[in-house]
């Protein structure tokens, strides 16, 4: 469970009456609307919750500090995906069948022991995953004042112009400031239709998963299909830049490199096509850098979650250098080690998520007697 207030970004109440949102009690249990991604989160704190999450209690011989690992254990998480209803984001798990779903409950005792074993296990894993979350968080921060750098042009009020943004106050007189539309032609990708694509020929397409910061993944892309008439509109190219258009991933941009040869883009991500002398590039960056600066932000007086719409990313006044391509070139150079190396700590974060859970799930339904264990074989390789 987290706190609405350290969520990092704004969430609005409609209506200040909470009369009907529900009560969570330290120790209690939450399924959440993705709980059949990520399991059943536990509550150390008093509070409310939406009134569409579903409220567990410990009955008398079960143990909270042995289901708040149970309930995210990979063998209950493989269950939720199993009973939900619904498709896509619309998913959500059945609240009755998730009653009649069988749970192991060994003695009290026993729950106790395996609680206790796994808080120490997974805490040391957690320090380690802290420590590197603090070095990725150190690469930001330099990578991040390269570009604050190069966007700027180091000007100061001496010798530059006002921007009107208080993220970067100053850019070169001889810089030109315009919107986005003016150096760039952008498309958003494609509605889904489910129901119009069965049985026809389905084509690789990327969506907002698959983009991060400087690299897109595609080793989990889905298909669909596309109208004649919409390959040529839909279709990516090699140099096209795809943009998040919306949720905790808004705004990262990143550069399709051609891998795949027939590939389209779906409705959540905006292709982005040179359309001057200015290179993609130079956007993915101006992107990287606003977003650390909190420009997209969702607007808590409007939406819950973060969007970058097509008119609102068409609209953005950018700086523009006259020397964009060679400017852009060096900057993604001096950025690039560090790039390099976040995608080495990125690979060493998702191992030791993987071990945790792996650790998690081999306690909690017997697989070894934690009171002889140490730790040692399930996670070896966890070092500082």
């Known amino acids: 469970m987290t706190l609405r207030t350290d969520l990092g970004f704004s969430v609005w109440n409609p ?15 939450v399924i959440g609307l993705r709980s059949f991604q990520h399991g059943i989160s536990h509550s150390t704190v008093r509070g409310i919750v939406s009134p569409a999450y579903t409220v567990l209690r410990a009955a008398q011989g079960a143990d909270p500090c042995f289901y708040k690992h149970y309930f995210r254990s990979g063998l209950l998480v493989s269950q939720l995906a199993n009973i939900t209803q619904g498709i896509r984001q619309g998913q959500a798990i059945d609240i009755e069948a998730f009653k009649n779903l069988r749970v192991p409950m060994p003695p009290l005792e026993e729950q106790r022991r395996i609680a206790d074993f796994l808080d120490a296990e997974t805490a040391r894993i957690d320090a380690v995953t802290d420590k590197r979350n603090a ?5 930001d921060e330099r ?29 070169p007189k001889s810089w030109l400031i315009g919107p986005v539309y003016a150096y760039f032609f952008t498309e958003l990708g494609k509605m889904l239709d489910p129901a119009r694509t069965a049985g026809q020929t389905q084509r690789p397409y990327l969506r907002n998963a698959n983009v991060h910061w400087y690299e897109i993944d595609t080793s989990d892309m889905a298909t669909m299909h596309f109208e004649a008439n919409e390959v040529r509109r839909y279709s990516v190219q090699p ?9 905790a991933g808004v705004a990262e941009a990143a550069v399709w490199d051609g891998r795949i040869a027939e590939c389209y883009f779906q409705k959540s991500l905006h292709r ?19 977003k650390s600066c909190g420009v997209f932000d969702a607007d808590g007086n409007i939406a819950t979650i973060p969007h970058l719409t097509g ?21 993604l150079r001096a950025i690039d080690a560090s790039a390099a190396l976040r995608r080495r700590l990125g690979e060493a974060q998702k191992l030791l998520a993987e071990r945790r859970q792996a650790l998690i799930t081999a306690a909690v339904t017997g697989q070894f007697d934690v009171s002889t264990a140490s730790g040692r074989n399930v996670t070896e390789g966890v070092t500082e």
């Open 311 to 331: 008119e609102q990313l068409r609209q953005y006044r950018i700086p523009i250098p006259p020397d964009s391509a060679a400017i852009t070139k060096d900057t």
């Open 15 to 29: 209506d200040s009456n909470v009369s009907n949102y529900k009560l969570v009690e330290p120790n209690d249990f």
């Open 135 to 139: 070095q990725m968080a150190a690469l």
């Open 143 to 171: 990578e991040l004042a390269i570009i604050g750098r190069m966007l700027s042009g180091e000007a100061t009020p001496t010798d530059g112009q006002a921007t009107g943004w208080p993220w970067l106050p100053w850019v």
């Open 272 to 290: 982005v096509r040179q359309a001057g002398n200015v290179p993609v590039e130079w956007l993915m960056l101006w992107l990287r850098y606003a």
């Open 239 to 247: 140099g096209d830049l795809l943009v998040c258009e919306g949720g």
